[in-house]
């Protein structure tokens, strides 16, 4: 069924950002396939709204990952917007410290996940009528400078880079824009360690502060809201007092 209403699909919805952007973009008239894991936080997230999709979803999986794209493709007819959104910390430590499973963990889930939505979705906004839409990547502070014992999770940010770069320019003869958002401690479950103390640069452990997730989701609405002749290429928020620039 093809519909004038924007549609979306924001990975990781079940919680944290994924699930505020999710609702934010159903509170400004979005249709919203919601992925993730977990049916149930996929539900909550959801809580019964009409334009709600909930879709279950593996973003290491090649075939869920389809399966997403189909069940969107067969709601609405086409896609306006991908948030890519889903991924994981991932192990800490020392990079001998870091079992190969645990790195190719992070990797299939932050990377080769990514890429399996934006391949997706990059298919089937190039071949939709008319053609174009905007994938926005989650990078992270991560993207640009680590923390101490994070060799995964940054090395994973650092490619989300590069894929928004390849994106951006593979998808100009489509119309298919594409920016990234770098998050820095946006208050979530997984950033509720931060107020308890996290390890910094300089061997001490001290609190940092966050901020509200709401933000977030208004920076991933502007972006999204943009003509396709315009593109936000990389944008961060962060807490303003968070030890990032100027870090170590």
């Known amino acids: ?11 990781g919805a079940g919680s944290g950002i994924g699930r505020v952007v999710a609702r934010a973009l159903l509170d400004a008239e979005y249709q919203v396939a919601l992925a993730g894991r977990r049916e149930d936080a996929l539900a909550a997230t959801a809580d019964g709204h009409p334009r709600a999709l909930v879709v279950p ?7 869920s990952v389809a399966a997403l794209f189909e069940a969107v493709r067969d709601q609405w007819g086409r896609l306006d917007v991908l948030f890519n959104n889903a991924g994981t910390f991932g192990p800490s430590g020392l990079p001998d410290e870091v079992s190969v499973d645990e790195w190719r ?11 399996l939505c934006a391949r997706e979705a990059f ?3 190039r071949r939709q009528d008319p ?5 926005i990547n989650n990078g992270s502070i991560s993207a640009h400078v680590p923390r101490p014992g994070s060799a995964g999770y940054t090395s994973t940010k650092h490619a989300i880079t590069g894929l928004t770069k390849s994106l951006s320019l593979d998808g100009r003869p489509f119309g298919i824009a594409c920016g990234q958002i770098d998050i820095g ?3 979530t479950d997984m950033t509720e360690r ?3 103390g996290v390890p910094q640069a300089d061997g001490s452990v001290r609190p940092e502060p966050t901020f509200d997730t709401g933000h977030v989701a208004e920076a991933v609405l502007f972006m999204a809201g943009l003509p396709l002749s315009a593109n936000v290429q990389f944008l961060t928020v962060a807490a303003t007092g968070m030890p990032w620039i100027g870090r170590g």
């Open 123 to 125: 298919g089937l906004m």
């Open 131 to 135: 053609t174009g839409g905007r994938i």
């Open 105 to 115: 963990t992070c990797v299939n889930t932050n990377l080769t996940g990514s890429f």
């Open 194 to 196: 931060m107020s308890k």
């Open 57 to 63: 979803t593996d973003v290491t999986d090649e075939k």
């Open 185 to 187: 401690n946006a208050a």
């Open 1 to 11: 069924m093809t519909t004038n209403i924007p549609t979306a699909v924001v990975t």
